[in-house]
């Protein structure tokens, strides 16, 4: 998509607002020339009528080039705030796997990386705006003058423009490859503060690190940018040096082929010396929009469409939560991840099972064997590549997938966690939120105000309860946990399993937990247990009696 396109897209009132505003700002930057021009050469008798002429354009130029610089600022404003809400939303809407796909660093790179260099060249816009104007007043008033300096003008105009834009070409090439390795380069950063304890407890490895990984990246950002943009440099010189061999013509070259007066050539080289400022400013700033081009295509590649209508919300979501269902069934249900390398690729399924409410079921299975997969298939955020998932009989399908998910209350090992608590209109959240924290053992920690925790400056075992918090106030019908119970103490851990989940199962609500911990496996109806993405002949649909033969 092109940027001009983007930045017209919302406000074409606005726009034509703005560009009115520009040419008649133009004009009478042009039109003060001229009266410069013309009373050069007056008798004192004239200029007393010129100079009210001259101090009222004074006062329009001012007030149009206001005026534009205004709208267009409004303009570009509003589509910075465009880009901003339709980047997030696209994210938010983007398939989970594409994401994962594209990774944080890139997304982050983009989120704010591109759309920084997008908003510079946006908020250039009015300079561009106000200057193409006065150059093409000015170029009018140039052919008022004489046509044949118009010609002259516009050939060396056409000569610096083309020997611009050829070197433009490879100017974007260092340009893009800049970026890409800006994607590294944020990559790394992210590396420094998540893995910042590493890195200071291992000196070889932070040496290694800060030398060959930072320091490479930068210096290639580095190389990449100066290249490209000492090439605009060069572009920017050359056309300089076109317009001065220009004004040297015009005093040295053209008197000697034609008569000329003096009050004339005065004036051409008035206008001459006008325009250059500019031409001059234009050059400058439409290296922004060449890097912004670059950008926006990132942020396209990501597959992230910023065609998207925004504003479109879908029908209040609480309203679209099923309090009544019965089953949930996967049939034939698969999912591959695809990498570059051939071995190795893990294939899910096809899986076979059912859910019902008031149902607690274990999903038991070693390392790797898809069990968080199956976690993010069964709550809707992958889409099975074969079979499909059925509510109540009816298979779930593109349109219903974000109602089906709100079905599902899911904390999974890389939960994040909301300083806000689950959106809801009840009066007495806080109240109820801090019950809940009683129950959770984390009532003397922090509190529930307006909705929004008081901390969540707490260790990793507290922060996990409070993931229970949110599940429990969204109360969705199906309840799904990956490895929760992995850092909580022995305590605590037992009251999870002996008394939080048959208590989420007392209140009707099907519960999937995923566990390593078999002294709780006879707490579960069921337990599923997965190899290498495959079920278990035979479905552990086993009663604790049975479980334990099946272990053996
Ligand atoms: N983002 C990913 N991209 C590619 N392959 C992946 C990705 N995540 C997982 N896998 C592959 O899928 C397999 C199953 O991963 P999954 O996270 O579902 O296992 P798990 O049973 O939850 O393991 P754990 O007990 O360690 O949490 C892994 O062996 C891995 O090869
Ligand atoms: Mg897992």
Redesign the pocket.
Known sequence: MNIIKFLLRNSRGLALLAIIAGVLSGTSGAALIGLIHASLGAGPGALLNLQWQYAALCVVLLLTQYASQVFVLRLSQGAIYDLRLRLSKSIIDAPLRGL?EAGSPRLMASLTGDAATISAALINVPIICINVATMLTCLVYVGVLSWQLLVGLLVFMALSIASYRLTVRKAMRHLKSARAEADTLFAHFRAIIEGNKELKLQRRRREEFYDEDIKTSAATVRQHNLRGITTYILADGWGRLLYFIFIGLLIYVVPRMTAVTVQDLTGYILIILYIRTPITVLLNVIPSFSEAQVALQKVNDLGLSLQKEIGKERPALTAEVKAAWNTVELDGVMHA?S?DREE?N?VLGPIDLTFRPGELVFLV??????????AKILTGLYVPEAGEIRLDGRPVTSETRDSYRQLFSAVF?DYFLFERVVASDDPDLDARAHEYLVNLQLDHKLRVEDRKLSTTALSQGQRKRLTLLNAYLEDRPFYVFD?WASDQDPLFKRVFYTQLLPELKARGKAVLV?THDDQYYHVADRVVK?DYGHSVPGGYDAQPSDMELAYA
């Open positions: 994962e991840y990498t190795g893990f299975g070693g390392n790797g064997s898809g069990k968080s997969t199956f090992s490895e995923i997965l």
